[in-house]
């Protein structure tokens, strides 16, 4: 060792980075809701945070799926997030079911979940008005086992949408009834929120949020939809007969297209409102449409190549599950032996 390195100043140790994690279902292609809404975000964080991100597999199961479908879309959600701009270099991704640590623990924590704070979780009682016929222990406890999922890693923020707020308000009371327990064992989550954008509505009613599950395919637009497609879909938005473009809350529809314009080109709503000044409608419609099918062009040809190559995402999901499964190992070993399990013999 040469003198000169032996004074160099020791370098700081770098501040730990925060942990993001978030999951998204399985159910269906994701819409441009769930693109601009979440997904487009979770790749904009890998610079600056530890992210986590995985396909919620399990908690599909909490309604009735045919199961070759669930397969199938499971592997395209999967090939999705990283046809959006999920790197595996970067962040880790897997499929939830691929780590039964989020089983294991999410037991563990149904145990510590009051079945009155799980009444009153306003998901459960939507979806067990709309499932009348199916509704299920795992529909009442899935934020129990969302508790886990954020719990096992240890996560700082958990981007989600407005509909998931409760879910996560439940998961800082499960996690700070358990610490009081048994000692710090897992760190309270927050929210974390986009700044905008984060709620698309329908193209065809503007009062709802654009949906996976709506029937009627002009509602919404697939992350997988041709230019062609896209264009149309965007021409027969409804809006008001008013022909101004400028974002107001009595104008739903030329707001909610304000809104998906301004995040794919970047511009301000009042630049927005200044380019189509004195221009009706259909050249802002038209503008939109083109401006979303060049976001969503790579996405769809990186979609079309990752799932032609089955043995790479396989190999980036097994990959994923290991790093996943030793990662949250750390936490659940901790957690079983606070509540009295016996040590595993392996
Ligand atoms: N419940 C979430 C949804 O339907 C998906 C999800 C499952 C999730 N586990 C999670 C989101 C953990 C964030 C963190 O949107």
Not at 71 to 90: C, M, S, V, W, Y
């Amino acid at each position: 060792m040469t003198n000169e390195q032996h004074t160099a100043p020791v370098e700081e140790k770098p501040a730990r980075k925060k942990i993001i994690l978030s999951g998204i279902q399985p159910t269906g292609i994701f819409t441009l809701g769930n693109y601009i809404g979440a997904v487009r975000n979770w790749g904009q964080l890998q610079e600056d945070y530890d992210c986590y991100y995985f396909v919620a597999d399990l908690h599909s199961l909490t309604i009735r799926q045919n199961p070759a479908d669930l397969r199938k879309q499971t592997l395209e959600a999967f090939a999705l997030l990283l046809a959006a701009g999920i790197d595996p270099e970067k962040s880790l991704v897997f499929i939830q079911s691929h780590v039964h640590n989020h089983a294991e623990l999410g037991w563990i924590l149904m145990c510590n979940s009051m079945f009155g704070e799980l009444s009153r979780m306003t998901q459960f009682k939507d979806k067990s008005a709309k499932h009348a016929d199916n509704v299920n222990a795992g529909l009442f406890t899935y934020p129990s086992l969302m508790a886990a999922d954020i719990l096992l890693y240890q996560a700082d923020l958990v981007p989600v949408g407005q509909d998931q707020t409760q879910h996560l308000e439940f998961t800082r009371n499960v996690a700070t009834r358990f610490n009081g327990l048994y000692g710090d064992v897992f760190r309270l989550p927050e929210a974390y929120l986009p700044k905008e954008g984060a709620k698309i509505m329908s193209l065809q009613d503007p009062a709802r949020k654009m949906s996976k599950s709506d029937p009627n395919p002009k509602a919404r637009i697939s992350i997988l939809d041709d230019e062609a497609s896209i264009l149309r879909k965007f021409r027969s938005a409804v809006t008001d007969s008013e022909a101004h473009v400028c974002y107001r809350e009595d104008k739903p529809g030329i707001s909610n297209l304000m809104t998906i314009y301004s995040v794919v080109t970047g511009k301000s709503y009042e630049a927005i409102e200044d380019e189509f000044d004195g221009r009706g409608y259909g050249d802002f419609k038209t503008a939109v449409g083109e401006a979303v099918a060049e976001e969503l062009r790579p996405i769809r040809e990186n979609f079309a190549r990752l799932m032609a190559d089955k043995k790479y995402l396989e190999d980036v999901y097994k990959m994923g599950a290991e790093r996943a499964q030793s990662i949250s190992n750390r936490t659940l070993t901790k957690v079983r032996k606070k509540v009295g399990l016996l040590a595993k013999p392996f």
